[in-house]
């Protein structure tokens, strides 16, 4: 059976993620704020929507992937008013276990609400591979959600974007130790590829991994983002003086967190 999805935002995790749905055989509207992003998947078959509401007023399946809490917040007061009962919303962005609160406390009774945000980039998207953490009652959409990974039940609703966070802050920070060993190496004479290929074969080999990558796509102001929620909820200094070294390089806020690992390793 095909389930009527409303996929709002279409970034590059987005795009990959609604066209395989659409693939899969699922009606599928889309929505995006800026609406020429649309345009490859409505050549292939799916509606588009010109607001939130519009998007989900006949789905069964609600699944938002955006930027941040601000962005989840107000698509979610422009789109709650046209949800029917029995309609289940997945919010699949990285926003921390305090905006989910915030985003079920916003829709109507009836909507159950998961949060299922993902692990890997759009290479893993794209080929259903992701990893997908999930906080909530899972059994009326797992088939959904196994069109795009591999579900991992986490526990109750909060759970999994509570997972996320720790996740994506320890990566974050081991990609910018990492870039820094990278500076030492240089200054010390170490040979670029012996101590690239020395961290690889490491404990961290996981971080430097990531810190070397090339076809990645985890904007570093993503990353920052994600920092600012993890600061702002505990005391963490190391995580603190990471996210400082970010803010550093304004101009890569769009680029991958690679590029910023880049810049700190040449010594930026």
């Known amino acids: 059976m095909t389930t009527k999805i409303a996929f709002l935002g279409l970034g590059g995790m987005g795009t990959p993620m609604a066209t395989r749905l659409l693939d899969a055989g699922h009606p599928l509207t889309v929505w995006n704020r800026t609406a020429a992003r649309s345009q490859g998947l409505a050549a292939r078959g799916a509606a588009v929507a010109a607001t939130p509401g519009d998007a989900v007023r006949s789905a069964d399946v609600v699944i938002s992937m955006l930027a941040d809490p601000g962005a989840v917040a107000e698509v979610a007061a422009a789109a709650a008013p046209r949800l029917r009962p029995g309609t289940h919303w997945i919010e699949m962005s990285t926003i921390g276990p305090d905006a989910v609160r915030d985003l079920a406390e916003r829709l109507p009774t009836g909507v159950t609400l998961l949060d299922a945000p993902v692990l890997g ?119 603190a003086a990471v996210l400082d070294r970010l803010g ?16 700190i390793r040449a010594g930026g």
């Open 121 to 239: 980039s759009v290479d893993k998207a794209a080929t259903g591979e992701l990893g997908i953490l999930v906080g909530g009652d899972a059994d009326g959409v797992e088939k959904v959600l196994g069109v795009l990974g591999t579900v991992t039940r986490c526990g109750p609703p909060g759970s999994a974007a509570a997972l996320k966070l720790v996740v994506n802050t320890a990566l974050i920070g081991g990609v910018v130790v990492v870039a820094e060993a990278l500076a030492l190496a240089g200054r010390l004479g170490v040979p670029a590829a012996t101590a690239e290929q020395a961290l690889l074969a490491s404990a961290v080999g996981g971080a430097a991994r990531r810190a070397l990558a090339t076809e990645a796509a985890f904007p570093t102001a993503l990353a920052a983002k994600d920092l600012h929620l993890a600061t702002a909820t505990a005391p963490l200094p190391v995580l």
């Open 248 to 263: 550093a390089h304004p101009d890569l806020a769009a680029h991958d967190l690679a590029r910023a690992a880049d810049r």
